[in-house]
């Protein structure tokens, strides 16, 4: 006997790769797909492999799965996106720690392919893309982030050997759409903390991301697709820097803006 553990699929618009995640998971107790409005053939699929379906209006993927988090039925819970496969090996070894966990929750890595790449370096190889996935439903919450934000787990966590097998970019036009809502959230991130962006933030931050993951990390080793992704990653931190000091700028001068209507203002009364 093993404890009982739902599956959380999030999902909008992912008749692709849905078919494939589900599969994968057919193992678990449950399997519920929380989607946020798709319009594509996603709903008819996820009905061939779970009755567990709920509807929920998105606004981060942090808040998302909190809100769904609650819903399982079960104890434990683990979380797959769409664009994620579980192998028999993380199966058989997920089903062993709930014979007898040991923490709260646990880490799993991701094995990333890029364009049909496995990346093994360049900070993209499973040791490296590590995230808590695996955990019990009442012990753990996303951090109140807009993108990239972790499970914050109430008791220890450990580690799972095997990883996830992620899709994460099949295409370039692909990435640069993902890119463009990443980066705006990111950058939302930044904006909140209250983090003025400088002149370096666009500068030399994505040419020591480039440095640091094509170099440092031996994202070289991966062949041209490690070169195109860290060109990428430095790409992306540079356009999530000066978005945040768009949404800054904007917002100091509308600041400046009204102090000046309501001193025109006082002026006239």
């Known amino acids: 006997m093993r404890e009982r553990l739902t599956v959380i699929v999030p999902t909008c618009n992912e008749e692709e790769t849905l078919p494939h995640c589900l599969r994968s998971v057919e193992w678990a107790d449950e399997i519920m797909v929380v989607d946020s409005g798709s319009t594509d053939a996603t ?16 606004i981060n993927s942090a808040t998302q ?13 683990m979380i797959v996106d769409a664009d994620e496969r579980v192998t028999p090996q993380l199966r058989e070894e997920i089903e062993k720690v709930l014979q007898n966990p040991m923490h709260q929750g646990y880490y799993i890595g991701r094995l990333n392919y890029f364009l049909g790449h496995p990346l093994r370096h360049g900070g993209w190889s499973p040791k490296e893309d590590r995230n ?6 009442d012990r753990g919450r996303y951090e109140d ?3 990239h934000a972790d499970v914050l787990v109430q008791g220890t966590v450990g580690n799972l050997f095997h990883p996830l097998i992620h899709h994460s970019y099949r295409t370039l036009s692909q990435y640069f759409k993902k890119m463009d809502r990443y980066t705006q959230w990111a950058a939302m991130d930044i904006v909140k903390a209250k983090r003025p962006v ?3 933030h666009v500068t030399l931050r994505p ?7 094509y170099i440092m990390k031996l994202g070289l080793l991966d062949g041209f697709p490690g070169l195109i992704i860290a060109l990428l990653s430095a790409y992306y931190v540079m356009v999530k820097y000066s978005k945040a000091w768009e949404i800054q700028k904007f917002s ?3 600041k400046k803006e ?9 002026l006239h009364l």
């Open 43 to 58: 709903l008819k699929i996820a009905k061939q492999f779970t009755n567990r379906i709920l509807q929920h209006e998105y």
């Open 65 to 77: 799965k909190n809100w769904a988090i609650p819903q399982a039925t079960h104890p434990w819970v």
């Open 132 to 137: 808590i996935r695996l955990f019990m439903r």
């Open 145 to 147: 982030k807009e993108v």
């Open 198 to 200: 400088r002149w370096y």
């Open 207 to 213: 040419l020591g991301d480039f440095l640091r993951l």
């Open 252 to 254: 100091l001068d509308t």
């Open 258 to 266: 009204n102090q000046v209507l309501e001193h025109e203002n006082k």
